[in-house]
C-alpha cells in the first residue's frame, strides 16, 4: 500500500527521496499507533520511511538513538563509528551485549537494528569522522544526529552541517548533567548553529566520558529526547529546540531551558578554527621508537586506568595535570585509551609551542590488539 503524503508541513526539513514509499500488511501493523497519533498519520510514517539520517557515534547516546529511530520506521539509518564494542560500553550503549564485545560497533549495530525492525536499511561507515571525509558522509542525507563525545569531533559535525544546510540534532552527557538542541540555519523564521550557543571549545577540549564517567540512564534520557528531535524534524510537528537548549540534572531531577539566538555567519572554512595537524603513528611505529630509544610514551590516562593496562616504559601524566606539568624534553608520543585524550593533550602542547609531538593512533586498545594480546582491554 502507498500512503499518500499532502504537503509537507513548513516546520518539517526537506527530504532527498521523493518517490512514495510502499507499506506491507506488516509493516502497517507495526507501526498502527504512531499512524494512529494526530501528529504523525500515514503522512508521517510515509515521511519516516523515505528518511535518511546519520548517527555519527553507536554509543551512549547514538545507541538508544537509533533503537528508537530504527523502530520509528526510519527508512535508512547510517552509523559512523571506527570503534569496536569493549565490556566497559555496556552500561549505557544499549545496542551492545557481551556477545558482541570485541565487535565492530557498527555491525553490532546493524545486527541489533535487524532484529528490531528488518524493514531498516543500516549503512556502515567504519571510520572516524575528519575534516577530510565529513562532506563526503554527510552529504547523502537529510539529518545528521551527533552521539560523538569529543568537543573537537563536535564543532567539525556543527560546522560541516552548517555549511552545508543540513539539520543537526546534538546532544552531550557528562557524569550527571545532559544537554539537548537542533541546529539548523535554514529553519522557518530563523536558524540557529553551535557557535551561536557555544562559539568555541572549551581550552583543552574538556572533559568525557572516559574521563568523567556518567550515569548510565542519564544516556538513555538525552537519547530519548534527540530521536523525538528527529522524528519531530523528518515529519514536521511541533516545535523542536532551534535556539533553546533544554539542560537535564540527573541530581535534583530538574529541566531548564536556555534560550539563545543566531547570527554568527556559517563557517566557510574548517580551518578557521582547526586544531593544529596531528602527526599519527602506529602501534608498531611506536614499538621500534621505543625500542631505539627515540622517543619518551607519555600516557595521560588516569593512575586507576595504569592499574588495569600499561605499557611498558610510558611516563604517566593524566590529562588534568598536563598544563602545569613538566614535560620530558625530546620527541613524545602521546596516548590514552583509545585517542581523544591524547588528541586534546597535543593541542594545549602544541600550544604551549611543543612540536615533536605524535599521537598513538587508537591509543592502548590498540596496542594490545597489534602488539600485546596478552595485555588487558577495558
Known amino acids: 500500500m502507498v500512503l499518500l503524503e499532502p504537503t ?7 527530504l532527498r527521496d521523493a518517490a512514495s514509499p510502499d507499506f506491507g500488511p506488516d509493516e502497517l501493523a507495526r507501526y498502527a499507533r ?16 523515505r528518511s535518511k539520517v546519520l548517527v555519527i557515534g553507536a554509543g551512549g547516546l547514538g545507541s538508544p538513538v537509533i533503537a528508537y529511530l530504527a523502530r520509528a520506521g526510519v527508512g535508512t539509518i547510517g552509523v559512523v563509528d571506527h570503534d569496536t564494542v569493549a565490556a566497559s560500553n555496556l552500561h549505557r550503549q544499549i545496542l551492545h551485549d557481551d556477545g558482541t564485545v570485541g565487535l565492530a560497533k557498527v555491525a553490532s549495530t546493524t545486527a541489533a537494528v535487524g532484529r528490531a525492525n528488518p524493514y531498516v536499511r543500516v549503512v556502515e561507515h567504519a571510520e572516524r569522522v575528519d575534516a577530510t571525509n565529513a562532506e563526503r558522509l554527510f552529504s547523502g ?6 552521539g560523538t563525545d569529543d568537543f573537537t569531533t563536535r564543532y567539525l559535525i556543527a560546522d560541516t552541517t552548517d555549511r552545508l544546510g543540513i539539520p543537526c540534532v ?17 529553519a522557518p523564521g530563523g536558524g540557529v548553529a553551535l557557535r551561536d550557543l557555544y562559539p568555541e571549545a572549551p581550552a583543552g577540549g574538556g572533559a568525557n566520558c572516559a574521563i568523567a564517567g556518567v550515569i548510565g540512564p542519564l544516556c538513555g ?3 530519548s529526547w534527540m530521536a523525538t528531535e528527529a522524528m519531530k524534524l523528518i515529519v514536521g510537528f511541533g516545535d523542536p529546540l532551534f535556539g533553546r537548549l533544554l539542560i537535564i540534572d540527573a541530581v535534583d531531577s530538574s529541566t531548564t531551558e536556555v534560550r539563545f539566538s543566531g547570527g554568527r555567519a556559517p563557517e566557510r572554512a574548517l580551518s578557521q578554527n582547526a586544531p593544529p595537524t596531528i602527526t599519527w603513528v602506529e602501534p608498531g611505529q611506536v614499538a621500534d621508537l621505543l625500542r631505539d ?7 595521560v590516562r588516569e593512575p586507576w586506568e595504569r592499574e588495569i593496562a600499561t605499557i611498558p616504559h610510558s611516563v604517566s601524566l593524566p590529562l588534568g595535570d598536563l598544563s602545569d606539568a ?9 596516548h590514552c585509551h583509545h585517542d581523544t585524550r591524547a588528541r586534546r593533550a597535543h ?13 598513538l593512533r587508537g591509543g592502548i586498545d590498540a596496542w594490545s590488539r597489534v602488539i600485546d594480546p596478552h595485555l588487558p582491554r577495558y
Open 221 to 223: 534520557i538525552v537519547a
Open 326 to 334: 613538566d614535560i620530558p624534553a625530546g620527541p613524545l608520543v602521546v
Open 8 to 14: 509537507a508541513s513548513p516546520t518539517a526539513i526537506p
Open 141 to 146: 542525507y537529510d539529518l545528521v544526529v551527533d
Open 170 to 186: 546534538w546532544g552531550t552527557v557528562l557524569e550527571t548533567d545532559g544537554q539537548v538542541s537542533t541546529f539548523w540555519r535554514g
Open 347 to 359: 593541542t594545549i602542547l602544541a600550544a604551549g609551542g611543543r612540536t615533536d609531538i605524535s599521537v
Open 293 to 299: 630509544g627515540q622517543a619518551t610514551l607519555l600516557d
Open 34 to 49: 504512531q499512524i494512529a497519533m494526530a501528529h504523525i498519520g500515514s503522512s508521517g510514517q510515509a515521511r519516516l520511511k
